[in-house]
């Protein structure tokens, strides 16, 4: 048998002890199901292999090999990763769309005694249901942005709030990046499906009698497009909007940035794409405080002359004024757990 999902929270709430995705390392570092483990059946090279005699060959040879490779991937598989489960494990299985490799892999699994079953079509199955819930439907959850200047510490107290119980959304998080021009994380980006399967698989734990905190973004976090479900529910949600002095957004961006600010190469490279827009004489300027080590210097500057007219332009383009207001004298420890605790308060209100 193979199982069947009407929706993304049925297909993920399968009751399965395992779910082993068998196609090849590159399918499946793109994108896969949310918990998912990697037993290939075919790795790149072999896939493609494959793949090649099908189209250039014969039907009957690509079958022909590609069976013996299965199963000589599968029996290491055994040997290996799959050798201390006991006669009562249950594994769930999907390739690409639920045919042979899934098939064969689950077939010996049962042949062995484990009650294996198959998504029914695979991967392609997953992928249409998150679609559905992220670009055809309307998200049934009501978000309240996190809202202000660069500096205020938004990242810190969506965490921060999370850990009181909070539902929060982590959009920057998913999307390996801090989401502004200097935003990039180590690791890179994960790619747009996985980018969507994270926030998808998040999106079907929450309560939808609760209210989902996320931070203030524009459409896009880095290269990554937030999708448009999720997107014009933002648009729509209450705000709260930190007011912080700049000194003490200076001083608590110089500490979270410090691995961008201690690279002057790279800062300065990233910043000359701003003279078309900033002007060369404001760019030269923050090059001269790079040269000169200044990293409070610079990052003042770039939220007096970049980031916060940016932010003021965006404002007035939304035209939505904050549902609350939450006035922090600066950025440290007890003054972010008590805002954190605040802003807790006010989904309760908004709830």
């Known amino acids: 048998m193979a ?3 009407d929706s993304l929270i049925d297909l993920l709430n399968h009751g399965y002890d395992c779910v082993i995705d068998v196609r090849s390392p590159a399918e499946f570092a793109e994108d896969h199901v949310p918990g998912a483990i990697n037993l290939p059946v075919l790795d790149n090279e072999e896939r493609a292999r494959v793949g090649t005699i099908y ?25 290996e990763s799959l050798s201390h489960h006991d006669g009562g494990w249950r594994p769930l299985v999907y390739c690409w769309r639920g045919g042979q490799r899934s098939g064969s892999f689950a077939w010996m699994l049962g042949q062995i005694g484990w009650r294996s079953e198959v998504i029914e079509g ?8 998150v679609n559905r ?51 990039g994380m ?22 939808p009698a609760r209210p989902v905190l996320v931070e203030a973004e524009s459409s896009k976090i880095g290269e990554r497009i937030i999708p448009p479900a999720i997107w014009e529910a933002m648009k729509i949600a209450p705000r709260i909007e930190l007011r ?26 990233k910043l000359s794409f701003l003279r078309a827009h900033r002007g060369g004489e404001v760019v030269d300027g923050w090059n001269a405080m790079i040269d000169a080590g ?39 420890e007890p ?14 209100r908004m709830g």
Request: net charge negative; glycine share 8%; charged share 25%.
């Open 3 to 5: 199982l069947t999902s």
């Open 55 to 79: 189209k250039q060959q014969s039907p009957f040879l690509a079958r022909k090999l590609g069976a013996a490779l299965v199963f000589r991937n599968a029996s290491r598989h055994l040997e």
């Open 122 to 129: 695979g991967y392609r199955t997953y992928r249409r249901l």
């Open 133 to 183: 819930m992220l670009y055809d439907d309307v998200l049934p959850f009501r978000l309240v942005a996190l809202d202000g200047f660069t500096g205020t510490a938004k990242t810190d107290l969506l965490h921060r709030a999370r850990d009181l119980g909070a539902q929060v959304l982590d959009l920057e998080g998913a999307a390996g990046h801090r989401g502004s021009l200097l935003g």
């Open 186 to 207: 180590a690791g890179g980006q994960p790619s747009q499906k996985a980018f969507e399967s994270e926030l998808a698989g998040v999106l079907c734990r929450f309560d």
């Open 244 to 269: 912080v002095p700049l000194e003490a957004r200076t001083q608590y961006l110089v500490r979270a940035y410090d691995d961008i600010l201690s690279d002057s190469e790279t800062l300065a490279h």
């Open 294 to 332: 200044d990293k409070a210097g610079v990052t003042r500057a770039l939220m007096a002359q970049h980031y916060d007219p940016s932010y003021l332009k965006s404002r007035k383009a939304i035209g939505v004024e904050p549902a609350e207001v939450l006035d922090l004298p600066d950025l440290s």
């Open 335 to 348: 003054v972010l757990a008590d805002a954190a605790a605040r802003i807790c308060e006010m989904l309760e």
